[in-house]
């Protein structure tokens, strides 16, 4: 019996710093394991922290590209346009200038013909002052181009009536024959009378239509010079 108290004593002194000693592992290990389970969802939290930087890092990396981009666009379509208003100010300049060009040479083409031929042309329209007619207006033709066009108010019938004569056209020529019609509207009917005369050199010609009871009577005369 003294034995068998014996024994459980022994195996009593050995279980119990074993079982102590597992407590304490069970312990340690409860502790350990929560210091890693609070590091691990430590490091997942700044990891998702760090993910959602990223995200709107690239969101801005994206925005500010794309900002760029229609910066970029607006820019060069900019450009074209500036590009194209330039070449279309080059382009009226130029036309500007060779019209001017040409004017000069029309000019001194006219100038020209008046210093070696001295030819004028004239053409003149008077109505009748002891006819009561009113003229609406009155179209001049030469050569068949269009070289005149008049519209007359009350107040031009009447400087008409009192005497008055109205230069429809006025040109340095060259000699040559010349055929003039003119047109005129009278008290509402048109009437038209054409007459061919032939320009001399250092001459000026006149050619006048007077409006006389409704009709136009042409007569012609000439003056030598280029200047009367």
């Given at each position: 019996?003294?034995?068998?108290?014996?024994?459980?004593?022994?195996?009593?002194?050995?279980?119990?710093?074993?079982?102590?000693?597992?407590?304490?592992?069970?312990?340690?290990?409860?502790?350990?394991?929560?210091?890693?389970?609070?590091?691990?969802?430590?490091?997942?939290?700044?990891?998702?922290?760090?993910?959602?930087?990223?995200?709107?890092?690239?969101?801005?990396?994206?925005?500010?590209?794309?900002?760029?981009?229609?910066?970029?666009?607006?820019?060069?379509?900019?450009?074209?346009?500036?590009?194209?208003?330039?070449?279309?100010?080059?382009?009226?300049?130029?036309?500007?200038?060779?019209?001017?060009?040409?004017?000069?040479?029309?000019?001194?083409?006219?100038?020209?013909?008046?210093?070696?031929?001295?030819?004028?042309?004239?053409?003149?329209?008077?109505?009748?002052?002891?006819?009561?007619?009113?003229?609406?207006?009155?179209?001049?033709?030469?050569?068949?181009?269009?070289?005149?066009?008049?519209?007359?108010?009350?107040?031009?019938?009447?400087?008409?009536?009192?005497?008055?004569?109205?230069?429809?056209?006025?040109?340095?020529?060259?000699?040559?024959?010349?055929?003039?019609?003119?047109?005129?509207?009278?008290?509402?009917?048109?009437?038209?009378?054409?007459?061919?005369?032939?320009?001399?050199?250092?001459?000026?010609?006149?050619v006048q239509f007077a409006v006389r009871n409704g009709q136009l009577v042409?007569?012609?005369?000439?003056?030598?010079?280029?200047?009367?």
């Amino acid at each position: 019996m003294a034995s068998k108290r014996l024994m459980w004593a022994v195996l009593l002194a050995v279980l119990l710093p074993s079982a102590a000693r597992a407590q304490e592992d069970t312990k340690t290990y409860e502790l350990r394991r929560k210091e890693l389970t609070e590091s691990l969802q430590k490091t997942q939290s700044q990891l998702q922290e760090v993910r959602t930087q990223r995200l709107q890092l690239q969101s801005r990396i994206e925005n500010y590209l794309a900002r760029e981009m229609q910066q970029r666009a607006r820019t060069l379509a900019m450009s074209d346009e500036q590009t194209a208003l330039q070449q279309l100010d080059a382009m009226l300049l130029a036309a500007q200038n060779s019209l001017l060009e040409q004017r000069d040479r029309v000019s001194s083409l006219g100038e020209a013909v008046r210093r070696r031929t001295g030819a004028v042309l004239v053409v003149l329209l008077r109505a009748d002052s002891s006819q009561a007619q009113t003229i609406a207006n009155a179209s001049l033709d030469v050569n068949g181009s269009m070289a005149a066009a008049r519209e007359y108010t009350a107040t031009a019938n009447n400087a008409l009536r009192m005497g008055a004569v109205d230069e429809l056209y006025r040109s340095d020529v060259i000699p040559a024959n010349y055929s003039v019609k003119s047109t005129v509207r009278v008290n509402n009917l048109p009437v038209t009378q054409t007459i061919d005369i032939t320009a001399q050199p250092e001459t000026v010609t006149y050619v006048q239509f007077a409006v006389r009871n409704g009709q136009l009577v042409p007569t012609t005369w000439t003056t030598r010079g280029a200047t009367p």
